[in-house]
């Protein structure tokens, strides 16, 4: 635990704090104010005076809620750690079509830079979030930029009274003033501006409709990407078993028919096709139960997931320490999973990391599983599109799994696999 730090140190943090929540929580108050100060200006005694000043009041709050919305985010994460995420929708794709139109997934345009900006007009408009931070942009300057702006107001009075203080009668008043006043402000300093992460907190983050709607839309990715994924690993067996042990078995089939007609005439010829029909036997037993090991490996099924990592530890070119808090008891698709998850990254290590020793640790905690792999590599892997690891993150979405990888240039690199479960 930290030591706490001096009270002149606290005040002072909390000044800027309160300065800077109470300068993004009043801009658009401040645009409103200065239209209104246009108005009288110009003159107000005629009705349709007030439409300019009304137009910009609407254009300048339509123009920097989201902006305002985004930097009281920023302050947010900054200052307190909490994320508030934005939950905007996010754009599709704009597509040219064989008739020379553009398709924005709302309207077909003439070129592509008007469908772009139909796209992001019409993407705006029926945004939720969009809706969220105009009601944020309105309450936030009458409960946090007003409670924000007391530290910075008392200071500003406080230096106004001490000022102006004289040596007598109102002097002393002013003084007295000035001192409380900025008693005030070092008090209010520390703790004002926490009143923008309560607003933010209540006000900013997504409604449960956005999140099911985020959530509906992730899923329908997952299930593409396990359709997709599904479908490869059907193809690929059905090509080990045409091209492996399909073809040695026809092959079989040719030899013990050659030796039953040659079985008469030449013994000798009829015995060495046995012998060979046997081989092949041998290897087709062999290939099949490679392919069995790569769709279900039976030590996985047999015996769990910790011992199934260890012996392939054995299996790979490296010096693999296999750490485990015990026996882990998991549904079989997400063993199968994290199997070929580390299956995959210790052969990355191997193959492409020129790494010579790989730590691996399974871990249950209260959420779930957490699988970290770490070697002693040249670093620098990344999660490229297309590639192994980017594929392995996709089969850990389908269980809400997460995948993190740390992988400076030089090494050493740690990929962290986490999987919620009972």
Same mark, same amino acid.
């Not at 930029?145 to 924000?148: E, F, K, Q, R, S």
């Not at 203080?165 to 007295?176: K, T």
């Given at each position: 635990m930290g030591r706490e730090r001096p009270w002149i140190v606290r005040a002072g943090v909390g000044f800027w704090r309160a300065g800077a929540a109470a300068g993004v929580c009043?801009?658009?108050p401040a645009v409103w104010a200065a239209a209104v100060g246009l108005a009288v200006w110009c003159g107000a005694e005629h009705p349709w005076s007030w439409i300019g000043p009304a137009v910009i009041v609407c254009a300048g709050t339509l123009a920097l809620a989201q902006a305002v919305c985004r930097a +009281?985010? !920023?302050l947010v994460a900054r200052w307190t750690g909490t994320a508030i995420p934005g939950g905007y929708r996010e754009a599709g794709p704009v597509m040219q079509l064989s008739t020379g139109y553009w398709w924005n997934g709302f309207s077909y345009e003439r070129s592509r830079r008007d469908a772009v900006m139909d796209q992001r007009m019409r993407l705006w408009w029926s945004d939720p979030a969009t809706w969220r931070?105009?009601?944020f942009a309105v309450i936030a300057p009458f409960t946090a930029?007003?409670?924000?702006a007391v530290p910075p107001a008392a200071l500003a009075v406080a230096v106004l009274g001490l000022a102006g203080?004289?040596?007598?009668?109102?002097? %002393? %008043?002013?003084?007295?003033t000035g001192a409380g006043a900025l008693a005030v402000a070092v008090g209010a300093a520390p703790y004002a501006w926490r009143s923008?992460?309560?607003?933010?907190?209540?006000?900013?983050?997504? *409604? @449960? %409709?956005?999140l099911l709607a985020e959530r509906v839309d992730e899923l329908t990715v997952q299930r593409a990407d396990a359709t997709v994924a599904q479908a490869a690993e059907i193809r690929r067996i059905e090509r080990d078993l045409h091209d492996g042990a399909q073809a040695r078995? +026809? !092959?079989l089939g040719l030899s013990l028919a050659t030796a039953e007609a040659l079985m008469d005439r030449d013994p000798e010829q009829s015995r060495a096709l046995m012998r060979e029909a046997r081989a092949g036997a041998a290897a087709s037993l062999t290939e099949l139960r490679e392919l069995i090991?790569?769709? *279900?490996?039976? +030590?996985? @099924?047999?015996?769990?997931l910790v011992d199934a990592v260890r012996a392939l530890a054995l299996d790979v070119p490296l010096d693999v320490a296999v750490r485990a808090g015990g026996p882990l008891h998991l549904d079989p698709p997400i063993e199968s999973a994290l199997y070929f998850g580390v299956a995959e990254l210790l052969t990355n290590a191997a193959k492409h990391a020129g790494a010579n020793r790989a730590h691996v640790s399974l871990v249950r905690d209260e959420t779930g599983i957490v699988v970290e792999v770490e070697d002693d590599g040249r670093g620098g892997a990344d999660a490229r599109p297309g590639g192994g690891l980017a594929g392995l993150r996709r089969r850990l979405a389908v269980f809400d799994g997460t995948l993190a990888i740390t992988s400076p240039h030089g090494g050493p690199t740690r990929v962290r696999m986490a999987v919620p479960c009972a």
């Open positions: 009043l801009l658009l +009281v985010r !920023a931070d105009l009601r930029g007003l409670v924000a203080a004289g040596p007598a009668g109102s002097g %002393a %008043a002013a003084r007295l923008l992460h309560r607003v933010a907190v209540r006000f900013l983050g997504p *409604s @449960s %409709a956005m078995l +026809v !092959a090991r790569g769709i *279900s490996p039976p +030590v996985l @099924s047999e015996r769990g």
